[in-house]
């Protein structure tokens, strides 16, 4: 069975930092991919970084491209996912996705990933 615990997230001011972690149990393949996605009330769940398990792939929204940086503990299934000039547009809810293909066989889409985490909140002021 596979969980997915993410831990991280809180309140930070415009231009901040903060840093989101992600522990997968249960994967047993050697490779997969694990993702990172926000989403506010009332809209869809947004892919923001992904990473392949063991491989080093990753791929980013535009919108945080150069602010945000996706990475993996070496040799654990725990992603961090670094989040440097933080916006208040950066305010939602941020959920780890984990799914058994590797990530760049498969679209960037919430429908794609089998097992979600809680979610943990972020909020930046201005």
């Known amino acids: 069975q596979v969980h997915v615990v993410e831990s991280g997230g809180g309140s930070v001011q415009a231009g901040g930092s903060l840093r989101l972690s992600c522990t997968a149990s249960?994967?047993?393949?050697?490779?997969?991919?694990m993702a990172w996605f926000r989403q506010s009330p009332g809209k869809e769940r947004e892919g923001v970084a992904r990473?392949?398990?063991?491989?080093?792939?990753?791929q980013y929204a535009d919108s945080v491209k150069g602010r945000f940086t996706i990475s993996q503990d070496s040799g654990k299934s725990t992603i961090r996912l670094q989040m440097n000039r933080l916006t208040p547009e950066d305010t939602d809810t941020y959920y780890c996705?984990?799914?058994?293909?590797?990530?760049?066989?498969?679209?960037?889409?919430?429908?794609?990933?089998?097992?979600w985490g809680q979610g943990t909140g972020v909020t930046v002021s201005s």
């Open positions: 996705a984990v799914d058994w293909f590797n990530c760049d066989s498969f679209s960037f889409l919430a429908r794609s990933f089998e097992h």
């Open positions: 249960g994967m047993t393949a050697s490779s997969y991919c």
């Open positions: 990473i392949t398990i063991n491989r080093g792939y990753t």
